[in-house]
């Protein structure tokens, strides 16, 4: 008996990890290429503003275009094309955004508009059912909206909470067709998560002013306020629903909680991005139970800066890790109602990773981007849902000229031997945001003497200072990628 079981031991062995590799690949599949925001209140924060930080994590061959999309007109009787037959009438004129598209995904676009509304988001799966299921018994009809939703927002939102309203009704309207996910919309004076299930089911709260959310890929609304509509909304029968799915018994004696009623039983635990992100906030050791949710929001040790932003963004070490490979911007949005928004509103990004990539800002204000930074399609086509569902030949190819593929360049040599390059790296763009944030307030005060006797002048300014900025970036990051080439490998 003894012989039989050491011999048998290597297959046990074999049996166990396996099973601890399923259990992790189904403990992880919904975060496989996880998305991350920080969600900053304006007391919060050192200067005022409401900062909203978020990692945009997808998998597969990828590139970004990131350009700015003026003001569309259109004419009386046009409509809004939703990508599964549904449509809308459309505005007589949309608002001009600057666009950070990702080609063939559909829940991956940033945006930020000329008013200073930001909409992010973030995937956070729940138990509802299948999009079919939801559109023979009618929750989701003319095929329910996705990719236009955030898109609508910016188009025509002036405020944040505009923008939850609007998207609500969109909601209620068509129904939403992915599983479930937890967008950040934003504005210079407040920001709101905004968490939707498949089907017609919504719920925001407003992120209090003085404190700081972690958004990982799990919903973290619990309580909702159906009478403190300053800081709740939502669908009208949120509640009454769960009742009917028997996913919350209004006898118990719990209250009602959207996270417990709709999310999976695995993803009411804490996440371990969203506890790491806590602690780096508050410099405390959190301490939570295993089964005990961790708090929606916590009050930061010292008011927060963009640059405590993005060191969140850049953490590694958590399991899995906030930055990964698989991070195609690291987005800052500095968001500040004491000034113009032509200058208050700024949307700090990386291109790819943002450990082995830099922040350059990009004002509101401006006027164009360079045009290194998105591929040569005319705006009217870039913004059809064919052109990005469907994107021409060629489009995740290399090219060597374009920004994105400079910086992951710079990328795949970094992790060809992370340990030993990282710190070159680094130390150099270290040295590049250092500069940008001591000149900031110097570039803002000549662009708000521009702007009190010639709007055009100070957009002018911006226009050229960011692509200044960014230009010099990619130049940055090309002699980085060279000088790197000469640092040896460790030995395999």
Not at 22 to 29: E, I, K, Q, Y
Not at 223 to 251: I, K, T
Request: glycine share 6%; hydrophobic share 35%.
């Amino acid at each position: 008996m003894c012989a039989r079981a050491h011999d048998d031991a290597p297959k046990l062995l074999r049996r166990l990890l396996t099973l601890s590799l399923t259990l992790l690949l189904v403990w992880s599949d919904s975060r496989a290429w996880a998305c991350y925001a920080v969600v900053v209140g304006k007391k919060a924060s050192a200067d005022g503003s409401v900062l909203v930080g978020h990692n945009e994590q997808n998998g597969g061959r990828r590139i970004l275009n990131f350009r700015l999309i003026p003001r569309q007109r259109f004419e009386k009787g046009a409509t809004v094309q939703l990508r599964r037959g549904g449509e809308l009438a459309q505005v007589r004129e949309t608002y001009a955004f600057l666009w950070s598209e990702n080609p063939g995904l559909e829940f991956s676009d940033s945006y930020l508009n000329e008013w200073g509304v930001a909409v992010v988001s973030d995937g956070c799966p729940t138990r509802e059912d299948s999009y079919q299921e939801l559109l023979s018994r009618g929750d989701i009809r003319d095929g329910g909206i996705g990719y236009m939703l955030r898109r609508l927002v910016a188009q025509r939102a002036m405020t944040a909470r505009e923008g939850v309203q609007m998207a609500g009704k969109l909601i209620e309207r068509f129904g939403y067709v992915d599983s479930g996910r937890t967008y950040v919309i934003a504005d210079p004076n407040e920001a709101w998560l905004f968490s939707v299930v498949r089907g017609a089911r919504w719920v925001a709260r407003r992120v209090p002013d003085d404190a700081v959310v972690l958004l990982p890929n799990v919903h973290i609304i619990a309580e909702v306020g159906p009478e403190d509509n300053d800081n709740f909304l939502s669908s009208h029968d949120l509640v009454d629903y769960a009742v009917g799915r028997g996913w919350f018994d209004p006898n118990g004696d719990e209250p009602f909680s959207f996270r417990k009623a709709y999310c999976s039983e695995r993803d009411t635990l804490p996440d371990s991005r969203q506890y790491r992100g806590q602690q780096m906030v508050t410099g405390e050791r959190i301490t939570s139970p295993p089964k005990r949710p961790l708090p929606f929001a916590v009050r930061p040790a010292e008011k927060l800066t963009v640059g405590h932003v993005i060191e969140i963004l850049r953490d590694r070490k958590a399991s899995p890790s906030i930055c990964t490979t698989s991070t195609q911007e690291a987005a800052v949005f500095q968001l500040r109602a004491h000034m113009p928004r032509e200058i208050g509103c700024v949307y700090w990004r990386t291109t790819a990773e943002p450990c082995v990539s830099v922040l350059t800002p990009w004002y509101v204000a401006i006027t164009r981007t360079p045009k290194c930074y998105y591929q040569p399609n005319q705006v009217k086509t870039q913004l059809t849902l064919d052109h990005h569902f469907s994107p021409p030949q060629g489009t995740f190819g290399k090219d060597a000229n374009l920004a994105w593929w400079k910086f992951m360049t710079l990328q795949e040599i970094v992790h060809r031997d992370y340990e030993k390059r990282i710190g070159i790296v680094r130390a150099r763009w270290e040295t590049f945001e250092n500069r940008e944030f001591r000149e900031q307030r110097t570039v803002e005060e000549r662009a708000l003497r521009l702007l009190q006797t010639d709007r055009s002048a100070a957009c002018a300014y911006l226009t050229e200072y960011c692509a200044d900025l960014a230009l010099r970036a990619c130049r940055e990051a090309d002699k980085l990628a060279e000088r790197l080439r000469s640092v040896k490998s460790k030995p395999d």
